[in-house]
């Protein structure tokens, strides 16, 4: 025995008294406060923004002082032109970017417009030159700022405008409609979850499951790198290439719409939900592939009916860091979508999603007011929206389809 | 030995440069059990995996020579390997049944066969289970998932699953090593009833398992096959010296 310790009767009361160790109390300390700060952090935020939307929520006491200020009636709404039905509207937003006279939108459609009967007088929006195509439209967005300050009236009609269809928040007469812009993001979310999902499980269940290894080396970095792209690059790319090109295949009116923006939003969420496929296909025990090829299965039957099911919960996962990913998207959406805040149902219409509305206005609008206030209000919809979608996939969707898939 | 099953005829397998089975010839019998003994890494699981050419899932196996099964050389260029796997089952050393339920894991087989029909399936699997001996155990949960049960339970479901798609040949990897003697007992005695309607081949390193269950005995040893004979005669009166050393318990 020649340990270095020195020799001490080892079981008595004294030897195996509790101590405290300082570093080690330390080390755990601060990795469970880093963990709990990240935590915290995330709601700091939340409440960040939510606070700054509150102003809408109190209002009504604020509406009485200023209701003389101007007691305009919807007497004079101004369309924007966007909302107005499509068929009707022959132009193309994508022909007349580069010309900057300003142009009136929508008043030959005006009777069309299944939200406008308030309006008894259309009034075309001359000065301002709201360019509904992104190339333009930064140069022009400044002009509209002038009005903007007159426009605290209102707010106690914003909440009764939310589900409203217009999204018109610089004007007179302003309104906040989100179903569209909800819609919108939905409508864009949902196009580029169609085309992103597949093609990034089947690559991914390709690397994993049919590749030989030295294929599957030279794709995954690839592909990965895929998610290192810039999204303003990306964007640009959809805005110049895809957009054309696809015009050229479907011939729609709108060049830059939520297919368009959905397809380049697909190329930003291929390289998540792919790597976190493989991994969790790669993760799927070799054995289940022995198995099911000893039963005499083919390689697909192997890939499709053992693998992939057993990787259920890593491919969900996958599939619900791209929606995030898009849902929050906001360079791709300013540039690809057309950001016209239209409903409808054709995926070749332009939209407007959430994140692109707060990226191009907040920086326009005038600090505390409305507009403002709705912008924030919309930062915590997006917030509480991705809350929910997570919530509701993680506690009631994964266990249904594992059960599905996997029979616990 | 009448009624041949496999003939084997100088086949010898390479991992890349390395030899790991050297000119094996032997002649398998139907409708008995042919126990594969020797020491660990003496290629006898390797020589298993041939059997339903497992091994061609490892890029670097190279196969030389041939194996006759009813007189068709598997290895030939023309032969499906799926269509073989289909009569040739494997129970795994380590019980590996798909993260689905009882009843999925046994229709599993059946279903990549093309098998809609329900009335069918079910009979499949009842039939398949009483083969296994288990379907008084699971008939009350076969939607359970099968990664709940136990590790013998497991082994059993395996052998069910192998089962479902009606092999001629079921291949063996030491399939109770995991398992606790009476969970083994019961594999013994479940490899005892299924050799009246299949050939089975069984790699163990288990000498009484191996004494116990089979028919026949190959001994292999550093890639060779030593020496195979009827069981009775290899631990009783073994003609190689290093057989009997192996089993004698001198080395191994």
Redesign the interface.
């Known amino acids: 025995m020649n340990s270095p310790l020195p020799k001490e009767p080892t079981f008595t009361k004294e030897s195996l008294k509790k101590q405290f160790r300082l570093s080690e109390f330390l080390a755990e300390k601060v990795i469970s406060s880093v963990a709990f700060l990240s935590i915290a952090i995330i709601f700091l935020i939340f409440i960040f923004v939510f606070k700054e939307s509150l102003p809408l929520f109190s209002a009504a006491e604020k509406v009485q002082v200023q209701t003389e200020t101007q007691t305009i009636t919807g007497a004079t709404v101004e369309t924007y032109g966007s909302e107005t039905s499509t068929e009707s509207e022959p132009e193309t937003y994508g022909e007349p970017a580069e010309s900057l006279e300003p142009e009136t939108y929508g008043t030959p459609t005006e009777e069309l417009n299944p939200v406008a009967e308030e309006s008894s007088e259309p009034e075309t929006y001359g000065t301002v030159t709201e360019d509904l195509n992104p190339d333009s439209a930064s140069e022009e967005v400044v002009a509209v700022d002038e009005k903007v300050t007159q426009n605290n009236e209102g707010e106690d009609r914003t909440w009764s405008t939310f589900f409203t269809t217009e999204w018109v928040p610089v004007s007179d007469n302003p309104r906040f409609g989100l179903i569209a812009l909800l819609i919108g993001t939905l409508k864009v979310t949902l196009i580029a979850m169609l085309i992103a999902g597949p093609l990034a499980i089947l690559a991914a269940v390709y690397t994993s499951c049919f590749a030989?290894?030295r294929r599957k080396e030279i794709i995954k970095p690839i592909i990965e790198m895929l998610a290192a792209f810039p999204s303003v690059v990306i964007g640009f790319f959809a805005m110049m290439v895809l957009a054309t090109f696809f015009q050229d295949i479907f011939g729609y009116d709108s060049r830059l719409n939520a297919f368009i923006g959905g397809v380049a939003m697909a190329l930003a969420a291929i390289p998540i939900i792919y790597t976190i496929s493989e991994d969790a296909l790669s993760a799927v025990?070799k054995?289940?592939?022995?198995?099911?090829?000893?039963?005499?299965?083919?390689k697909a039957?192997t890939a499709f009916?053992?693998i992939l099911?057993?990787a259920t919960p890593g491919i969900f996962a996958a599939l619900l860091l791209g929606v995030g990913r898009v849902f929050g998207e906001t360079m791709i959406a300013l540039m690809a979508t057309g950001n016209a805040a239209l409903l409808s149902a054709n995926p070749f219409e332009s939209v407007r999603t959430f994140a692109a509305t707060i990226g191009s206005e907040m920086a326009e609008t005038v600090f505390g007011e409305t507009h403002y206030s709705v912008l924030f209000f919309i930062g915590s919809l997006l917030f509480i929206f991705s809350f929910i979608l997570n919530a509701v996939a993680e506690f009631y969707v994964k266990g249904k389809l594992i059960k599905k898939?996997?029979?616990? | 030995m009448r009624d041949i099953k496999i003939q084997v005829n100088d086949l010898s397998l390479y991992y890349g440069e390395k030899k790991a089975l050297k000119e094996i010839s032997m002649q398998i019998p139907a409708n008995k059990v042919t126990a594969l003994i020797g020491p660990s890494g003496c290629g006898k699981s390797t020589f298993l995996r041939c059997i339903n050419r497992m091994n061609d899932l490892i890029p670097s196996v190279k196969i030389t020579g041939e194996m006759l099964v009813e007189g068709v050389d598997i290895y030939d260029k023309n032969v499906d390997v799926v269509n073989i796997r289909k009569k040739i089952g494997m129970v795994f050393q380590k019980s590996n049944p798909f993260p689905k339920s009882i009843y999925e894991n046994v229709a599993y087989g059946p279903r990549i066969n093309g098998l809609k029909d329900k009335t069918q399936l079910d009979e499949i699997v009842e039939t398949s289970l009483r083969q296994a001996a288990i379907w008084d155990e699971f008939k009350d949960r076969l939607d359970d998932s099968a990664l709940g049960l136990s590790g013998g339970q497991q082994q059993r479901l395996c052998i069910a699953r192998t089962l479902a798609v009606s092999p001629d040949i079921i291949l063996m990897d030491e399939p109770a090593s995991a398992l606790d003697p009476i969970s083994t007992s019961k594999i013994e005695e479940l490899v005892h009833q299924l050799k009246e309607n299949y050939t089975i081949i069984i790699v163990t390193h288990n000498m009484q398992q191996a004494a116990r269950t089979s028919d026949h005995t190959a001994f292999f040893y550093m890639g060779e096959l030593i020496e195979m004979g009827k069981t009775n005669a290899i631990f009783t009166k073994p003609e190689k010296k290093q057989t009997e050393d192996y089993i004698t318990g001198r080395f191994g």
Do not use: D, H, R
Not at chain 1, 287 to 298: F, H, I, K, N, W
Not at chain 1, 405 to 408: D, E, I, L, V
């Open positions: 030989s290894n025990p054995t289940y592939t022995e198995a099911s090829l000893a039963l005499g299965a083919s039957q009916s053992v099911p057993a898939f996997q029979g616990k």
